[in-house]
Structures are given as C-alpha cells and as structure tokens.
C-alpha cells in the first residue's frame, strides 16, 4: 500500500478478484484508479473504491449490465445514488430467485418424467398403463404434423409466450392430435406448465387425472394415416399426445415419441 492507497494486485487480492477485470471496470468507465504512476504505469486505488468495487460484484452477482452502474453516479462518479442502486438490485435479485425456482420446477419434472419413462416398454409394439395427475398443457395450433426443424422453431415460441405470460414450464412437451369433427383433426403442439393458468385459457388443454395407455414410437415412425385410424377404431378416443420419450442416457442419434391415448371412459377426477 503506497500513500494510503492500494495496487491493483492489493484489490484484486482483498476482493477475490482478477487484476484483468479491475482493468476491465477501468475501461467501461465505472472504476478509474485514484492513481497511475507515469513511469511504471501501475495502478493505485483508494479505501473508497474498494466499497464500488464491492457495488460492481454485486451487479455481476445480479447479472446487472455493469454499463448501468453509471446511471446511478453524478457526472464525476464520485457520488453513487445508493438507495436508487439498492432498490434496482433489490428486484433483479427477486426476478433472479423467481428464475431459480422456475429451473427448479422444470429440474424436478424432468426428474420425474425420466423415473416415470424407466417403467415403460420402449417397444411400438408393447402398450402399457399409467396413472397421471392432471397436467395443463398450453398449446398453439399447428396446420398439420411439424416436421422436426419446424417442431423447434414451434418450441422457442412457445417458451417465448410462456415467459411473457409468466408461466412456469414442466419439462414435458409435445404434439396434440385431436378429434375435431367426423374424420377432423386438428394438431397442436405444447408445453406442460405448472402453474395455474388464470389467463390464456384459449391456449391450454386440461388433461384430467386418469389412467391412460401409452406406447413408445420412434420418430420415423409416426404415421399420420395409422394415428387417424386409431380415431376412426375407437369413437371415445379424443386426443392422442405425442410427448418427448426420454430416459437417463441422453442419444443425440434418435428421438422418440411416447404416445398417449386420451379417452371419454379413461377420465376420472383426482
């Protein structure tokens, strides 16, 4: 420490800090060294500015622009409006909890969804029944089955509407084919959410609680002409649900579908 003031080295040692982004803060203007000696170049800081280098943490920890800190400095940036600072830090670090405990959410019922997929046959060939709990599923209206780029596109802006709805989103999702007349079907695909849908009810399909038969069918395999055969052999199917089929090992080289058969005589209240 050199006159009451601290190298670079010093602050970047006390705050657990790399020397790189004290010089990185220098060069977007929000922390300028107290001191640069003119021969040696090296960098001093003061006591002070120890405490902004603390505020600057923060921002990084809230994912806060560090462009913004400027906004709450007079035009020396000597003087930082901290009750301004702390307010604005205050809510992007409630809107950072509600992400966590939205990733949270999303984690478990990805959790589930693979403990549930180990107890079935990943045969086509082999049906087999679960019992569900009631899912919401919100949905957007689709002219036909998507082909797989398009069923991705088709996601993003699901997860968009979601997120602007304020929607917590389960790791489910998927195609709806659904009976919609006497040989009409209309296909959507969807996202499962998790919290209660009080607006948008346009958008979401309640499938109620009940136990429901399901197969496994790879990608390739989806047959438009077969699924509406399935419609016409049974008039109490209303819905066949195409989910995502994963299990505990991830293989970037296939994808399958867990097929869903949803009729009038499978549902039962909770």
């Given at each position: 420490m050199k006159e009451n003031l601290f190298t670079i080295g010093e602050v970047a040692?006390?705050?657990?800090?790399?020397?790189?982004s004290l010089r990185y803060y220098e060069s977007i203007g929000i922390l300028t060294p107290a001191k640069i000696d003119p021969k040696t170049k090296y960098r001093y800081y003061t006591q002070q500015q120890?405490?902004?280098?603390?505020?600057?943490?923060?921002?990084?920890?809230?994912?806060?622009?560090?462009?913004?800190?400027?906004?709450?400095?007079?035009?020396?940036?000597?003087?930082?409006?901290?009750a301004q600072l702390f307010a604005y830090s205050k809510a992007a670090a409630e809107m950072?909890?509600?992400?966590?405990?939205?990733?949270?959410?999303y984690l478990d019922s990805f959790e589930e969804e693979l403990q549930q997929n180990q107890a079935l046959q990943p045969t086509a060939e082999q049906f087999s029944q679960k019992q569900e709990q009631q899912k919401q599923y919100y949905c957007v209206k689709l002219p036909g089955f998507p082909s797989i780029?398009?069923?991705?596109l088709n996601f993003q802006t699901l997860q968009a509407e979601l997120a602007q709805f304020?929607?917590?989103?389960?790791?489910?999702?998927?195609?709806?084919m659904r009976r919609e007349g006497e040989q009409t079907y209309g296909y959507y695909q969807f996202i499962e959410i998790l919290t209660a849908a009080e607006h948008q009810q346009e958008?979401?399909?309640?499938?109620?609680?009940?136990?429901?038969t399901g197969r496994i069918i790879a990608e390739t395999a989806v047959n438009e002409a077969e699924n509406q055969q399935?419609?016409?052999?049974?008039?109490?199917?209303?819905?066949l649900?195409?989910?995502?089929?994963?299990?505990?090992?991830f293989n970037i080289e296939s994808f399958s579908f867990k097929m869903k058969f949803i009729r009038k005589h499978d549902e039962k209240s909770s």
């Open positions: 040692k006390i705050k657990q800090i790399h020397p790189k120890l405490d902004l280098v603390g505020l600057i943490q923060l921002c990084v920890d809230l994912d806060i622009p560090l462009k913004l800190l400027k906004q709450f400095s007079d035009e020396t940036g000597n003087n930082i409006a901290l950072k909890i509600n992400k966590l405990q939205q990733s949270l959410a780029t398009n069923y991705w304020g929607f917590t989103k389960s790791y489910e999702n998927g195609i709806i958008n979401i399909f309640i499938i109620p609680a009940g136990t429901y399935f419609f016409e052999q049974d008039p109490q199917l209303e819905l649900v195409f989910t995502e089929y994963v299990l505990g090992v």
